[in-house]
């Protein structure tokens, strides 16, 4: 777990827990929600699939910098999480990660009954899907699949984990250059094996990539990993020989196969995979919202900044649903000495 993780409460799985806003996926969007359920009084429980918060930057981009985030000129993508995860922190949104939101079903007067895979159930009043891109499932190679989690990954949250082994990296594209430029400097070494000749990046990291002694097989394949209990050696097909490559480290950046996943099934008006949505962020389910990217609405732009917007938007609407007669803004944050409400 990161940073931002380390402050993260989990409770044990099956457990039921209870909260004024209930807010599924703890991406950019998700945290900033938990955030604005805090300041308006609200307790929020925050579910994500994932194991750390942070969402795509966590998972596809922690080291990179950011630099259209409004008031951060630049903004590395895990001090960004930090952030946003110690903002809410005063109002102590309860996490649930690793756990994926499964149904959602009407609870009566209370509001919704969120399901979780792993057989726990979160009972609140109003629900934020924060879900992004929904569920992202890795593409891999099958030759990968004995050593999945055992040497092989799909993404590098700390890089400094792979310190002192070789590291081959699979793939052409923008996240796998990034990766060879990350694990550069902590790795013994890095190994980019690419099926195609050209890449798919930007053109400037592939050449920062070769400047930082990068080795580069294109026209290359892995046709098996060997070893113990843990990844030791990969075989890679390429220019009609076979070499055998030490590796401790395989992260297969091959892109993800994205849906809904369960959220489809959820009875929520979708149009291509993505939660329609009025002004103030409601879906067509009464006192559930959506915000971020797995929102949609005619002229959406998908950057962080929009979702932080949706967010305010929908927390501040649903403090309304929930404390019916509460003003939609009653103050500003500044109205206020201190994160905390007195
Ligand atoms: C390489 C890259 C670079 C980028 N650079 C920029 C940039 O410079 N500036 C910018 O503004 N944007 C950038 N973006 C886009 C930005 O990352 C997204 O717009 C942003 O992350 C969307 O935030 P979100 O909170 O809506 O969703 P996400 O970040 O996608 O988070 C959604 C979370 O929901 C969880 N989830 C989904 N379904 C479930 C479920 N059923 N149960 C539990 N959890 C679930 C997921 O696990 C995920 O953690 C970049 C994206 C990429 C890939």
């Known amino acids: 777990m990161n940073q931002a993780g380390d402050r993260v409460e989990t409770t044990v799985p099956g457990a039921q827990t209870t909260a004024d806003v209930a807010v599924v996926g703890a991406g950019p969007a998700g945290l900033y929600a938990a955030y604005c359920a805090g300041f308006r009084g609200l307790s929020s429980v925050v ?31 895990r001090d960004l999480v930090d952030a946003l995860v110690a903002q809410a922190a ?45 569920r992202s499932v890795p593409r ?29 990296i699979v793939g052409g594209g923008d996240s796998a250059v990034d990766w060879a430029l990350a694990l550069a400097p902590v790795a013994r070494s890095v190994t980019v094996v690419h ?68 959220i489809a099934e959820w009875g929520l008006e979708v149009e291509n995979r993505r939660i329609t949505v009025d002004r103030a962020m409601r879906t067509n389910l009464p006192r559930v919202y959506a915000v971020g990217d797995i929102c949609a609405y005619d002229g959406r732009v998908p950057l962080i900044s929009v979702g932080f917007g949706e967010a305010a938007t929908a927390v501040n609407h649903a403090a309304v649903d929930v404390r ?7 103050e500003h944050s500044t109205d206020r000495d201190t994160a905390l409400l007195s």
């Open 47 to 77: 579910v994500d699939a994932l194991a750390e918060p942070g969402g795509q930057i966590a998972a596809l981009y922690p080291e990179k910098r950011i630099y259209d985030v409004a008031g951060h000129p630049a903004v590395r993508g």
């Open 90 to 134: 005063p109002f102590d949104p309860h996490y649930l990660l690793g756990r994926t939101a499964a149904s959602l079903t009407p609870d009566g007067e209370a509001g919704w009954l969120l399901g979780l895979e792993d057989g726990g159930r979160v009972r609140a009043r109003a629900v934020v899907i924060a879900a992004g891109l929904g």
């Open 140 to 168: 891999t190679l099958p030759c990968l699949h004995p050593y999945q989690g055992r040497g092989v990954a799909h993404h590098v949250p700390r890089p400094a984990e792979h310190e002192g082994r070789d590291v081959v």
């Open 195 to 262: 099926r195609r000749s050209a890449f798919r990046a930007h053109e400037h990291s592939v050449k920062q990539m070769y400047a930082a002694g990068v080795r580069v097989l294109t026209d290359a394949q892995v046709t098996a990993c060997t070893g113990g209990k843990h990844l030791e050696e990969i075989r890679v097909q390429t220019g009609g020989k076979e070499l055998t490559l030490p590796a401790q480290s395989l992260v297969a950046a091959l892109g993800f196969i994205t849906s809904l996943g369960p």
């Open 324 to 330: 019916p007669g509460s003003r939609l803004i009653p």
